[in-house]
Nanobody, 120 residues
Framework: QVQLVESGGGLVQPGGSLRLSCAAS????????IGWYRQAPGKQRELVAV???????NYAESVKGRCTISSDNAKNTVDLQMNSLKPEDTAVYYC??????????????WGQGIQVTVSS
């Protein structure tokens, strides 16, 4: 079992910056990938950015150039630095981690979600 705890959300003005953090904890687990999704009111949950322990990183087109994901495999943490925020970035942001299990299959966990509101 893996628990994910997010922090860093809040209200920010358009053009501002925000940094989200997520820490994974549990007993004897190994993370395969960890990242962020978001869900705006009335919309489906969508990928924001994900980082795998193998080193690959993927960003949604809508946040490329504005967001940077950074993970610490030793500490099982992931941060999302968001710059040049727009009102359309307003959403609940969820940390998502995939636990590597042997002999498998891998299993995904969600954080409780954290609100990010971009508004003047």
């Amino acid at each position: 079992q893996v628990q994910l705890v997010e922090s860093g959300g809040g209200l920010v003005q358009p053009g501002g910056s925000l940094r989200l953090s997520c820490a994974a904890s549990g007993n004897d687990f190994s993370i395969n990938s960890i990242g962020w999704y978001r869900q705006a009111p009335g919309k489906q949950r969508e990928l924001v950015a994900v980082s795998s322990t193998g080193g690959s990183i993927n960003y949604a087109e809508s946040v490329k150039g504005r967001c940077t994901i950074s993970s610490d495999n030793a500490k099982n943490t992931v941060d999302l630095q968001m710059n040049s925020l727009k009102p359309e970035d307003t959403a609940v942001y969820y940390c998502y981690a995939v636990e590597r299990r042997f002999p498998g299959p891998n299993y995904g966990y969600w954080g409780q979600g954290i609100q990010v509101t971009v508004s003047s």
